[in-house]
């Protein structure tokens, strides 16, 4: 227990949440209460209309306010696509179709999304480049209607600056947002350690508790808070004691972060060296992962390029994404995962067909599946970065050796077509996978085969492999990532991967766990991908034993019998 945990445990008004991101900060309470509204239909069309009418116009003068604000930054490529939206808003076929819905008594939050899976299916089929791209802005705009009904446009521009956000949950766009607008922090009443967006919040630099249960929703604006992220705990009304130690606390763990190292594996006691490197979002992260001392980034989530926006990134924009965080890290290497959307993770502007359980659905490589020509753009960028650095490319969402080679293939594809426009790319970057189904991991030997690395997604084979939602915190406490089972599939992995003569890393949660890193090495995990903040402690941890005396740790937090 460290001291502000040990404070905490003594004092009333604290509270604790299954998970977090370090970072120790104060502030006043922002609380972001959704408006709950009724699905069903009250039945009440006239009302219903004068609602939408109104969220019409909310939703069109906050499109005008950024794209004013856009031009007044000589951005006039960017505002121009908000003024597009702007227009789109009252679109006389969009709003004939709601009204045709809740004339047919249909709630209005359902009468907007019926009406908006109309008009993409029909704007869809026309086989049209340009009515897709017009399919994608009336989706953006059916879920800016729907935000709007649900609490405003985008309630995060409402949060002061150094407020830390209370919130029932957020998803990965808030999450964003809430950094661009100067939030402190936030703390979640639900959300586990694993789900998106505690693991957006660490790469972010957002402080952060999830998971601290209903209570935390009692509390009311402008309440005095103050959160340390990696002590899961949030005060209420703190002490000037309890701040003052706070201050000192967070003084010491800046001079900590912000003192420059070079890259280097984790060296054990016995001299075995394991690689430590970092998981990012952005392309910016990769300086200060460099400045950690990570040996590159073992982790590059390039979904984070295609949040927040009304359309995707073209080939260009992430080319030039891609090469910065490579050359940031050269000679080391980047493992660049290919877009994981879907399940917890969608994306506004890309048609996801209604799954009843959409994390067991059309999710990562499955997605890029059904969308090859947004795939076949992002492989372009990437072959095309590739000269910038030591690029390694890795599939997510893999339960078979048929993804693995459909994914060959769109990369081989990709490669040739350059090649035959005389694009200057390089068509020899490594190829890996996540292991993150119990499948991969169940058939990890025919797969080895078929990959230049496997990286171990922790968080995801966890969910799948013990059936419980990771972005549930009641469910992680019961079945932690770090069960026997888990581990067994790692050290099956593993194995795989060492008989095969590949690399093999772990990239999920359980990586940046003090009590768990030891096992996975000890497992045969050769190389750990984390949070750059959190590499330090880790390689400290590392440090203190020997390789032998970590697979004893492996094999007992694994429940193998002894050797
Ligand atoms: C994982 O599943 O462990 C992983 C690293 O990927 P993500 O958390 O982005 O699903
Ligand atoms: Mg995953």
Redesign the pocket.
Known sequence: MNELSSIAAAMPGVLHGSGGAPGIVSGPAFVHAPRAFATAATGDVAAALGLLSRTQHDVAARLQQRAATLREQAQAREAAIFDAHGALVHDAALTGRVERYLIGGVSLPLAIDAAVAEMTALLESLGDEHLRERAADVRAIGEMLRGALNGGARWVDAVPPGAIVIAHDLTPADTFDLRAVGAAGFATAYGGP?G?TA?LARSLGLAAVVGVGAALLTLADDTPLLLDGAARTLWVTPSAATLEEAGRRQKLLRARQDAPRDAAPGKMRDGHEVALRA?IGRPEEAEAARAAGAMGVG?F?S?FLFFDRPAPPGEEEQRAAYSAALRACAPHPVVI?TL?VG?D?PLPYLPTPAEPNPVLGTRGLRLCMRHPALFRTQLRALLRAALDGELWVML?MVSSIEDVAWGRGELQAAAAALAEEGVPHRADVRLGI?I?TPAAAAIADLLAREAHFF?????????YALAAD?SDGLLAASYPAASPAVLRLIAQAAAAARAAGIPVAL???LACDPAVAPALVGLGVGELSMSAGLIEPIRARLAELTLEEAEAIGRSLAQLSDR
């Open positions: 694993n998106h693991i998981n982790l989530r979904e995962r994981d399940g993770k997510p996540t993150e990286s171990i997604g922790s968080n995801d084979l966890a969910q990771r990239c999920g949660e």
